[in-house]
């Protein structure tokens, strides 16, 4: 009757907590779930086991420019090019490869349809993300048109299938005017505000950290996937952000840190060893010293068949808007 | 004694003329854009008969223009000699076998539609046709999303060949009229859309720039050696005077200053620093010996002017003042009609050892070497051109071009073209 | 009669010559074809696979002085102690390349309109005992033997080294950079805009002979001062350029050229115009390259940082992979190097971000002469092209070519000489 009593508690503490959750998303126009002038895609990578494949739409009844920019996380340097989408035009691309233009491509082929333009192959071996700006002639215009998901896809051909979608983290144009120069003020004026608070609810990859459909011998690991919105595309400057995490488990016992320092582009598993006690579900609250944008990505492990699956989903902001700035480089 | 002393006061005074003749900076360069493009050496030998060795030329053009099409409309003069006994091409008249080595000159025009950042490059050997040309078609309908190779094809709206809406077409570059070749080319830039088509002195000219390739297939041990120069530029002045007639002004008369300049003048002197032919290499000596290369230099030298509407090339008077490392000067003097293309120590006589050019005579391994055309053709006597310096050592040869450095303006050229 | 006695008509010319280029011209932009007070040679190589001559002509009637620098941006890799420039360049991805960026100074003197010339791997050794070249007989440098420097016929253009001394000394085999030469008074010092100076380099393959030239970047001196801030801004010097454009085939491209199956492939090699001799420090340039191909289609390489010497192919993961021949069959390019035009604190502990005022830059150097080399201009740029051709995959030939240059930066360069007094 206490077992009963206590699974119910929890069960209702998790709803509870749910809702707590779901009330306080803040939607500062930094979405993605809506169309938007700017968007990031934090997670692009390429190996010799996986392909990212780049969705892009342009939601508008006229055509849109896009330019967009390669960050290599290796480097903080960036590769750009540029993108004509007729109206209501999806395309897609896959990083490693990039694509042509060549207006001949056979039917449903992978170059089938307008090419949108000529797209560099992110190469076989790439971590970073993908940014991209509405232009017009070159100058960044914002008239939330775009919308995009990127595709984590497996291309071992072994039996894990590990692939995984995410939207593209859409930033829509501010309450004010755009100057349409090459400093992209995401002050909320010219364009909205990133987010320094960031709420990621996990499995944690510690015993119990066990998949609740695998139960034993399977094993769950979350990664995050990081960049701040301070990006400088002209200098390959790197911005420095401090990762304060604090965690909750299901007994709301609140513990903190590691805290986590990077500059660029950072991919790391959530560490759990602060949880005390550590418990199958817990929360996790990264507060960053400057706004930046997340993509979260779980593999579920059977460790006995040595298969994963994985899943990405995007990331709930929980307040903390802050100005930031991404500058281009400027074009002749 | 005395003779020699009026010589070495006229040799002052010429030097000081030299020395002095426009003050002005020279004009026309090889790292600007500019709307009159010269490349002053195009050969062409599939087999060596000429150069002894397999040679083509590549031609690369590219547009600067930030947003419209160009238009450049090209000359390739042919200034091929040939034996006057048998017709074949020569270089001299020692291999006409009792007959005279006659030069040649006549010329060919096309034109090259250029879109905007574009760069094109062709091998003087096979030119550009339709199939080559990257840009024309098919394209997108303005008012629809359908493939289209021309406006027929869009009810009502455009065909945008092209990713800025400009393409290619009515772009034909020939082939060089014969193997072998020597000739030149040069291309002036055009505004495309005044009808018929001039020469361009809108804001946006001076789009133009320009690079030759000489390959030489040097044989087993380096297949391919490759000497690259920059096409001496001309920019349009776009002065209120400037006009848009065949008559292309090249830089201001010294005179009254009348006509207005349509286009920067050419250098007054031209200078050429170089090893003296027979020099051994300096990399052959010391810790590396790479095989006691000896080095000879090429000079290729065209007038500025030329009348092409009536096929009277320019004839120039070329004046030579030689400096060696020990300051010591010499003279020489040749004429330049069309295309003039020669050894350096093969300038003042048919005897390379005997030349003031050569190492023997010079006394040191390098020199300095002034270049002023003088005379009276009628298109001017300017001059412009390019060095090449060849290393030959006993299992390969490497040549390696370079722009000539300028001084001064020359007194106005005229180039008149159909 | 000729020889190298004294010539009687040089007395003539002597005696009616007239300094006319004594205060230079004023003209719009540095260039490579015209005499300047300053010249760069942007790519020095003298690494034991390939050595550089220096050809340096005065084209006036009067004696040019001038102050050179070298500075060698050759490295090693820490853990393999292979020579390097960039860590990219050692072969383990844990490796990196430990560069000092050491520049060495000498002095030279070259008499009305002399042309001089020396090998940078080994130098030249004054010596007017070495007779001229005859008729009939090789004319080659000897070798010295305790210095290896070369001894050739003419006036040795070293100004520093006396008889039977090292007028320009060599670097050996470990050299990978630039050089610098300003036109000085005869106090070697003392800067002077006469724009007397003239130069070429031809790099060579020592194995095989291959040779590329390319014209030094003249800089035309316009209103010189007697301080040791050489300022690139127009008005004392010209100024460098805002872009620098070039064309080339797309790396890997390959050609049937004269019958031969050829690959072409570039390297690009880039120097900051400001350069810090007093304070030794390497200065760093941030260009943002566009490569444009025949379908005008346009890819481009950000922020790509230029620090002190930048020689890289370009497929160099430097460049992204923007210039590859095999992304729709890029087969010819149009480049542009555009120069950031943001200002950046030059020196201090902020050196590279950006700024407004002086105050952002904390730390921040000034010259002896009083400049501020705070919150500047970013730094132009200069360079030269190389292009190699290979056949069956071995390397062949090779040649240079300039950039061409457009536009004028609307910052100033600057370029601080070491003051010899020590201050």
Redesign the interface.
Known sequence: MRAKHAARATALLGVFAACTLAASMASAGVDNDRPGSILIFPKVVTSATRDTTIRISNTGNLANQVRCFYLNEETCGSVDFDLALTKQQPTQWDASAGRGVNLLDGFATSGAGLDPGLIPPAGGDFEGALVCVEVIDDAPVAQNKLKGEAIIRDISGGPDRNTSAYNAIAITSGSGASNSDNILALDGDEYSQCSTDHRIDFIPSVTPGLDPVLGDDSAVVTNVTVIPCDLDFSRRRATTVVLNATLWNEFEVQTSGPDTTFSCWASFSIDPASLSPATPYATVEYSASSPVVMVVESFHSDTILGVSGSAAHNVHTTGGAASSAIILSATP | MLKNARLALLAGIAGLAMATAGTAQAQTSSDESAAILVWPKVVYDSTGTLFGSPTDTLINLSSTATSSLKQAHCFLVNATSHCSNSGEACLTSASCGGGVCQPGWNEIDFNVYITQEQPLAWLASDGMSFNDLPIVGPGICSNQPRICFSNANCGGGTCLIGPNGQNNIGTGIPPVPEDPFIGSLTCIQFDPTQNPPAPDQSPTTNALIGEGTIFTAAGSAIPVDGAKYNAVGFRATADAGADTDNVLQLGTPAVGGIPTADYTGCAGTLIVNHYFDGATDPVATGANPSGNGLTSTSLTLVPCGNNLLTQVPGSVVAQFLVFNEFEQRFSSSTRVDCVYNRQISNIDTPNNNRSIWSTGVSGTLTGQTRIQGVGNSPSGNGLTGIATLSIETSTASSSAAYSLDQMGTNAGDLLTIP | M???KR????????????P??FGG?A?A?I?????GSLIIFPKVIAD?DR?T?I?I?N???MPAYAHCYYTNALGSCDLTGESCTDDGDCPTADDSCNVIWQATNFDIFL?????????V??GRFGDLLQP????????????NGPS?A?E????DAGAAGGLNSIAIAGVG?DFAGELRCYQTMDDLTTPVGQNSL???A?I?T??????????AVHVTGISVGTDLDLRLDNVEYNACPA?L?F?S?GEGAVAD????N?TFSTELTLVPCTALYNFATPVTA?V?I?A??????????????VTCFSNNRLDD??F???F?AA???R????T?I?V???NICLTGDDA???CTTDADCDGFDTTPDGLSLGCRPSPGVVGVAE?F????GAE???????????GARQGSDVIVIADPSGN
């Open positions: 000729r020889g190298l010539n009687p008509w040089l007395f003539g010319l002597g005696l009616l010559a007239i006319v280029w011209q003209q932009d260039n490579n074809d015209q005499a034991g050595d001559v050809k002509t084209k006036s009637n008499t009305a309109q002399q042309p001089t010339f020396w090998r791997s080994t001229a070249c005859e008729m009939g007989e090789p004319c080659e440098c000897d070798v290896g070369l050739c016929p003419g006036f085999s003239i130069g070429e031809i060579e020592i194995a095989s002979g291959q040779i590329s030239i390319y014209d872009q454009i064309a085939h050229i004269a019958g031969v050829t941030s943002n566009f444009y191909d025949e379908m005008e289609l346009r890819l481009s390489a950000d922020g790509v940082p993961e430097i992204g992979g923007i590859s992304l729709n069959n087969d010819y390019l149009k542009r555009v950031n035009s943001s590279g971000n950006t292009e051709y290979s056949s069956d062949d030939g090779h040649s240079a070519w300039s950039l061409t240059l457009s």
